[in-house]
């Protein structure tokens, strides 16, 4: 069964960095482009970042672009999400999820939460001084 583990959360004081994994089981994560979301308490799931299954594409929301950075190492069956220069208004839960090779991944896109599945159980962001 297709699984997502998320961790690399924590507290970091603004303007600091973290980087999250998302470590997939059960499944070769080669075949699935990644998406990274986050979402805040009583708001819609908001898409942050996408990454095509080869890491060859690319696709970032603009509350984020320059300062988040999506990678994926398939050997480790990992993705990362690298986030620099963070806000308080970051201070949200990040969930991953797995998407079918069908999906296009292209830059300025919309990245919906609806074409995505196999969340995980997400990690918590918190950035306060």
């Known amino acids: 069964q297709l699984q997502l583990v998320e961790s690399g959360g924590g507290l970091v004081q603004p303007g600091g960095s973290l980087r999250l994994s998302c470590v997939a089981s059960?499944?070769?994560?080669?075949?699935?482009?990644i998406g990274w979301f986050r979402q805040a308490p009583g708001k819609e799931r908001e898409g942050v970042s996408c990454?095509?299954?080869?890491?060859?594409?690319?696709n970032y929301a603009d509350s984020v672009k320059g300062r988040f950075t999506i990678s994926r190492d398939n050997a480790k069956n990992t993705v990362y999400l690298q986030m620099n220069s963070l806000k308080p208004e970051d201070t949200v839960v990040y969930y991953c999820a797995a998407a079918g090779r069908g999906l296009a991944v292209v830059a300025g896109r919309r990245i919906r939460s609806s074409d995505f599945g196999s969340w995980g159980q997400g990690t918590q962001v918190t950035v306060s001084s």
């Open positions: 990454i095509s299954s080869n890491g060859g594409s690319t």
């Open positions: 059960g499944f070769t994560l080669d075949y699935y482009h």
